[in-house]
């Protein structure tokens, strides 16, 4: 009970004495009118107070039903972000995790590549190394070269260098080499270069050097440049004509020939002043060694052919053993011939004839039966 309704009670409690316990008045009959009034009022704001807590407990109940719910949905929210964090949480560490591995497997590749780049950068480094090497070393080579080859018997050229040059020669011209050829001398100059382009080098070499000859009659019209071999196959032209000269970029390992077909040019230019039994016999070996080569590039031909066609037999094979046989020949190394041991038999035929009475004797591997089978061919 409120305060307005205690209130009310006692108004009435009060009128109830005073009607009790003394006559009523006009005056007692006014005031108790009054006092009816006034507790009129009371009821009527009783009524309406217990009316608005009435309201007032409907909508506390509601409320309190929804703030269960709220707190329901709360919990069942709070759940769900706990689950959500959770598995934000799980998903954030396994990103960690992958990141850490794609950084370790990046840091890898990049060591990689770096290792990669520093091996190759150093096998360059070493190859420009002995590239250059080789090529310091090439001038002195091919002049070394060149004078064993005319040193020899069968080709017995006067040979000249830079340094050794003939009685009346300019002695602003310092060819690398020279040779003396029918009164004249043929000019071989060893060529190197650390220039990226080559054959811009060679190009510039052939002018200059046809610069410095021109008007020099002593100069045959034929100048040999003699390049590293590895070098050859950087160019895409060998041979020039330049001021009334023929320039020919050579390997070392085209000297002899060339020297061997300047001695037979030289030999047919004596023939013309021998007697003919002498110029006969000259022709006739000449001839004899034209007919070896001819004969034994033919023969090298059809045991190349006959080996290739060997080589083909292959083929029927079971499959299993030719790839066995193919991983075998990967295995294997080319064989290396010494230029050291191909020198000496090269400049000397006694040094091939001994050679070949070593695989006669004392323990021939070659029958003596094939031996004498192959020198009825050549007879």
């Known amino acids: 009970m409120d305060y307005v309704g205690i209130l009310a009670l006692i108004g009435i ?82 990103l960690e995790h992958k990141i850490d591995k794609l950084d370790a497997s990046q840091k890898a590749l990049e060591d990689e590549k770096a290792r990669i780049r520093r091996e190759d950068a150093e096998r360059e480094e070493q190859e420009l190394k002995e590239r250059d090497r080789m090529w310091a070393e090439h001038e002195e080579k091919v002049i070394r070269y060149m004078a064993e080859l005319c040193a020899a018997p069968e080709l017995s050229f006067d040979s000249y260098t830079n340094t050794n040059l003939p009685d009346g020669f300019d002695g602003k011209l310092k060819p690398d080499f020279m040779i003396g050829f029918l009164d004249q001398f043929v000019v071989f100059d060893a060529k190197v270069s650390r220039s990226d382009n080559f054959q811009n080098y060679i190009i510039n070499s052939v002018k200059s050097t046809a610069k410095k000859i021109k008007g020099h009659n002593e100069i045959y019209n034929a100048v040999f440049l003699v390049v590293p071999t590895e070098a050859i196959s950087e160019l895409k032209k060998l041979t020039y004509y330049e001021d009334g000269y023929s320039f020919f970029i050579i390997s070392i ?77 990967k295995q294997m190394r080319i064989v290396k011939v010494n230029e050291t041991d191909l020198k000496p038999l090269m400049i000397s035929t006694e040094r091939q004839q001994r050679e070949i009475e070593q695989l006669e004797t004392p323990k021939p591997q070659i029958k003596q039966s094939d031996i004498k089978s192959a020198e009825s061919i050549l007879e």
């Open 13 to 94: 409690g009060v009128l109830i004495y005073v009607s009790i316990t003394r006559k009523q008045t006009p005056e007692d009959t006014k005031l108790i009118e009054e006092k009816d009034k006034q507790i009129g009022e009371l009821e009527a704001q009783l009524r309406a107070e217990t009316t608005r807590k009435d309201e007032l407990g409907g909508k506390n109940k509601i409320q309190f039903a929804q703030i269960a719910k709220l707190e329901a949905a709360n919990d069942e929210l709070g759940k769900k972000v706990a689950r959500y964090e959770a598995e934000e949480s799980k998903q954030r560490r396994e």
């Open 253 to 329: 390992e085209a000297v002899a020939p060339i020297l061997a077909s300047l001695k037979k040019i030289q030999n047919y230019e004596f023939a013309e002043t021998m007697d003919p039994q002498e110029r006969e016999n000259i022709i006739s070996l000449i001839a004899e060694f034209d007919h070896y080569i001819n004969f034994r590039s033919a023969m090298d031909i059809a045991l190349a052919k006959h080996g290739v066609g060997t080589m083909n037999r292959k083929s029927k094979l079971p499959q299993e053993l030719q790839d066995d046989v193919l991983l075998r020949e």
